[in-house]
């Protein structure tokens, strides 16, 4: 397979082009989440300790990438509109977005939220950690993500 593209913003573009293309839309909020959700599948499948370079941090609304929050939060609540036609990534990584698609194509915003939101989650950890005040500057560990997501495989494959 080829490397890894690590890039948050290469991934999110062609995240939204993938959905696009598939006749579903992508707001801000959803992105947010299955951003976080497609790092989470990477590490539980190689084992390797991160797919993006960047941090998620945990918000109200669940796990955030700022970088992605600031590209994208002109459209609010809005579908995610951007020209797609000349966005690529490499084979792997469409391989990755593709099982994302498929896990995730008729979830919600809120169903992603919801979901963020389980209990034993990281970020649902944080949230009780700190009774529900919670920062925008705490990061949610991606060693926690890994472990959490890697035991939902577990748990649906017994």
């Known amino acids: 397979m080829n490397e890894i593209e690590r890039s948050i913003i290469k ?3 062609y995240i939204i082009k993938y959905f696009e293309d598939n006749d579903r839309e992508v707001t801000n909020l959803m992105l947010e989440k299955l951003l976080y959700f497609l790092e989470a599948i990477y590490m539980s ?3 390797d300790n991160k797919l993006y370079n960047e941090d998620f941090y945990a918000w ?3 796990p955030v990438n700022n970088i992605i929050y600031n590209k994208y939060k002109g459209f609010g609540k809005y579908p995610i509109k951007i020209n797609t036609k000349s966005i ?3 084979q792997t990584n469409k391989i990755y977005i593709e099982f994302l698609y498929n896990l995730f194509k008729d979830y919600t915003p809120f169903d992603l939220v919801t ?4 209990e034993g989650s ?5 949230n009780e950690k700190f009774d529900g ?4 500057n705490i990061i949610i560990e991606k060693s926690e993500t890994k472990k959490w997501f890697k035991g939902i495989i577990d748990e649906s494959n017994k």
């Open 88 to 90: 690529i990534i490499n």
């Open 45 to 47: 499948i190689t084992d």
């Open 60 to 62: 109200n609304f669940g």
């Open 115 to 118: 979901l963020s939101h389980a």
């Open 11 to 13: 991934n999110s573009e």
């Open 133 to 136: 005040d919670i920062e925008k």
């Open 122 to 126: 990281p970020w649902q950890e944080i």
